[in-house]
């Protein structure tokens, strides 16, 4: 019955794993804090896009956080962290990556293998990271492929 009731809302598309979701939706019940602290420099990535070890290698590094200092008051590291724990993505190799960076990820090098690397490095986009650069909507975590900027619509199959 459970495994039905799933199915169901799998078919009826309630449920969408991230491995087929252009929209990731932000889990509910998210802490103020990740949204004011983790949105400051770059979009609030969504929590189901790394597995829990990625979180913790990067909210144990903040000090030294990809050339910046995000260092949080121990509390509000600990909240952080506890809420992306709660809704990381499965262990496993897809959306693994020791480096902290979902862009390391083997789900992200193939939802953007026919993109150029060059791409990246363009000067209206400069690194992979940068999401809402080519995705409209990335900080409330839509990813569509149908709701590209137009500079991601450059880089369209
Ligand atoms: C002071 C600025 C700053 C703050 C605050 C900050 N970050 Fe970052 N973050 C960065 C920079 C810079 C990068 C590297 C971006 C790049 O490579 O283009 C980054 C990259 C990342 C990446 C890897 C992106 C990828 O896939 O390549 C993750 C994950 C991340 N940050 C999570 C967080 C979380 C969680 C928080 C809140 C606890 C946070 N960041 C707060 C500056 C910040
Ligand atoms: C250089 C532009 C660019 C950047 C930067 C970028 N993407 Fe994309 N992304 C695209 C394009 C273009 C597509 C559509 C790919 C296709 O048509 O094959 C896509 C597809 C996707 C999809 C699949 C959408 C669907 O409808 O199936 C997801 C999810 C996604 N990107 C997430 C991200 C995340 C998360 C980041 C940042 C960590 C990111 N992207 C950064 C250009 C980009």
Known sequence: MKS??????LLAGLIAPPSQAGSVTLPSGAPPV???ECSSCHVAYPPQLL???GWQN?????QKHFGSDASLAPADAKTIL???ERNAAPDGERFDAASGRITDTRWYGRKHHEIPSSAFRSPEVKSAANC???HEGADKGR???Y????VGRRFED
Request: hydrophobic fraction near 55%; charged fraction near 15%.
């Open 4 to 9: 039905k009731l799933l199915l169901g809302a």
């Open 34 to 36: 990740w949204k004011s």
């Open 51 to 53: 597995a829990k070890h």
């Open 58 to 62: 990067v909210m144990n590094g903040l």
């Open 82 to 84: 506890a809420f992306l």
């Open 132 to 134: 809402q650069a080519c």
């Open 143 to 145: 990813f569509s492929e």
């Open 147 to 150: 709701a590209l900027t137009a």
